[in-house]
């Protein structure tokens, strides 16, 4: 029996297409592989991004409110802008004499 085959005049060039395909391939898995980690890992910066935005809103909006809160206007109100409540019995209301 004979150890060595011959191989038919397409069977070369069908067996190196082949391998170049596989080739191919394997690179093409490679490379999708490495840009998926990439995407993955800038979703990662991302979301951190937006956890650190998100603190920082809720921060804000605390701020504002207590800078809005009632009891600070009224504190500055009288001390930096010598305000005071008038005497109810000096308030009078008037209508403006537009039809509602």
Known sequence: ???ARELR???LAMSLALLALVVVSALAV???THRARDRFNEMQSLQRQEWA???EWERLLLEQSTWAAHERVNQIAET???MVLPDPATIRVTSSGAPR
């Open 30 to 32: 490679v490379d999708s």
């Open 80 to 82: 930096k802008l010598n």
């Open 1 to 3: 029996m004979n150890a």
């Open 9 to 11: 005049p397409g069977q």
């Open 53 to 55: 935005l998100d603190e």
